[in-house]
């Protein structure tokens, strides 16, 4: 396979190539997902961990979500960008940080999961199907296998 995006922390210790296109892509407005963001949210791409690439050694975090499943958060140590996460309930899945790709604008979100958190001021998207919490069956249950 040829790899279809590749991405990088701000610093370039951790870098990624993926051999997939972005999947389902959703932007997350857990708390979790901004207390780590910067902002309001993340936004994420689902793409098959297999297909991920990963140079250099991203530090990673581990917190049970909602659901109870243990997300793993992938980050560069040294300059702390965000690079990408897996579910240890949605095995075999990755969801690359849109932030650390180097062309954000191929992964354009589709959905919108936990605006029930959305802060007052965040412009929630209300254009893709939008979520209060997590729908039922994960992210890739809401759209066709892309
Ligand atoms: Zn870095
Ligand atoms: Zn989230």
């Known amino acids: 396979m040829t790899t279809a995006f590749t991405g990088r922390c701000l610093c370039g210790a951790v870098s990624y190539s993926v ?3 972005p999947g ?3 932007d997350c407005y857990c ?3 901004r ?5 309001s949210h993340c936004t994420h791409a ?3 961990e297999s297909a991920l690439t990963v140079t250099g050694e991203p530090t990673f975090y581990e917190r049970a979500a909602d659901s109870g499943n243990v997300v793993r958060r992938g980050f560069c ?6 690079i990408y ?3 240890l309930g949605m095995p075999g899945m990755a969801f690359i940080r849109v932030s650390s790709m180097d062309d ?3 992964a354009v979100p589709q959905m919108t999961v936990y605006a029930s958190r959305a802060p007052s001021w965040a412009q929630v998207n209300r254009s893709y199907p939008v979520f209060e919490t997590m729908p039922q069956g994960g992210p890739e249950s809401v759209l066709p296998e892309t």
């Open 35 to 39: 207390r780590t963001s910067g902002t």
């Open 46 to 48: 689902v793409i098959p």
């Open 24 to 26: 389902v892509v959703g």
């Open 85 to 87: 996460s897996t579910n």
């Open 19 to 21: 051999e997939a296109e």
């Open 77 to 82: 140590g040294r300059c702390g960008s965000a």
């Open 31 to 33: 708390t979790d997902c």
């Open 104 to 106: 954000p604008d191929r």
